[in-house]
């Protein structure tokens, strides 16, 4: 939004071209801001923070992502209010806003109607949230599965969501874990590597985890490379010795050896079933 003919240049020197007047903001669920470079946030027009102020006054809820927060800290928009920011700011905002409470450890914040979150992939966290909230977890899901899994040769992304069985979670941590792990089909992570990734501690992360899924990170990654590798013996035509190496078993014995543990036959059998049209 903007005056006629108004542009801003991105922080990545994409020019934006505002493409619609000062909308009543009653009309929106949520109004964004995004910020640039910590140097030029005083370079936008006057009538911005003007409407965040209006927006704010009529109670709509106004997100600050990444350097967002930061305008509207300028604004006294965050008095009292906690306030999620990327480490990489962290003593710039403290040394800005020293009354403010600020946290480096979550993917965002929401509170009351304020939400800040620094950027990154924790925009998938809040997005979840968002879309949770108004308009159902499985909404929610379809667009993690949309935006976050990797696409591989061979194979559309949208067939190879087929694969997923996303879970939810109110924890944000979890979500950002369960993600990540669907992400990357549970290859080439450990449940270590997953803590330290939402900043808990591995103890902490099981305990959560378990609590959240009702099973531990551990089990979760298997069965992930387990639904990928029933998707991959359904949906191509790969040996059984490719489906193991890219699932993340060690051979084709290790993979039988799993499957049949998780679905009660072996992967050859359904290759055969599903071949023949009567896979279940």
């Known amino acids: 939004m903007g005056a006629p003919g108004y542009s801003t240049v991105a922080s990545c020197g994409i020019r934006v071209q505002a493409d619609a007047p000062y909308i009543n903001p009653t009309d929106f669920d949520y109004i964004a801001v995004i910020g640039g470079l910590l140097p030029h946030l005083r370079?936008?027009?006057?009538?911005?923070?003007?409407?965040?102020?209006?927006?704010?006054?009529?109670?709509?809820?106004?997100?600050?992502?990444?350097?967002?927060?930061?305008?509207?800290?300028?604004?006294?928009?965050?008095?009292?209010?906690?306030?999620?920011?990327?480490?990489?700011?962290?003593?710039?905002?403290?040394?800005?806003?020293?009354?403010?409470?600020v946290s480096v450890r979550q993917d965002f914040t929401v509170d009351g109607d304020r939400i800040t979150v620094p950027g990154g992939i924790s925009i998938?966290?809040?997005?979840?949230?968002?879309?949770?909230?108004?308009?159902?977890?499985?909404?929610?899901?379809?667009?993690?599965?949309?935006?976050?899994?990797?696409?591989?040769?061979?194979?559309?992304?949208?067939?190879?969501?087929?694969?997923?069985?996303?879970?939810?979670?109110?924890?944000?941590?979890?979500?950002?874990?369960?993600?990540?792990?669907?992400?990357?089909?549970?290859?080439?992570?450990?449940?270590?590597?997953?803590?330290?990734?939402?900043g808990l501690s591995a103890r902490q992360f099981v305990r959560l985890f378990r609590q959240h899924l009702k099973m531990t990170p551990k089990r979760f990654i298997v069965e992930t490379r387990l639904r990928h590798a029933r998707f991959l013996i359904e949906n191509s035509n790969l040996p059984m010795t490719s489906i193991a190496f890219e699932t993340g078993f060690s051979d084709s014995a290790h993979l039988a050896t799993a499957f049949r543990a998780k679905y009660g036959h072996p992967p050859g059998g359904l290759r055969r079933a599903s071949q023949h049209g009567d896979a279940g």
Do not use: W
Not at 64 to 92: I, N, S, W, Y
Not at 169 to 193: H, N, T, Y
């Open 43 to 101: 370079a936008a027009p006057q009538r911005h923070r003007d409407y965040l102020r209006v927006a704010a006054s009529s109670g709509v809820p106004i997100i600050g992502a990444c350097t967002g927060a930061f305008v509207l800290a300028q604004e006294a928009l965050l008095v009292g209010r906690k306030v999620a920011v990327h480490p990489f700011h962290r003593e710039d905002f403290a040394a800005a806003f020293p009354a403010l409470a």
């Open 124 to 198: 998938l966290s809040l997005m979840t949230e968002l879309i949770s909230q108004r308009c159902g977890a499985d909404r929610a899901a379809k667009a993690v599965h949309q935006l976050s899994l990797a696409e591989r040769s061979g194979v559309s992304s949208f067939e190879r969501s087929r694969a997923s069985s996303f879970r939810f979670s109110s924890d944000p941590r979890i979500q950002r874990a369960v993600v990540l792990i669907e992400s990357r089909m549970g290859r080439d992570i450990a449940p270590e590597a997953v803590a330290k990734f939402v």
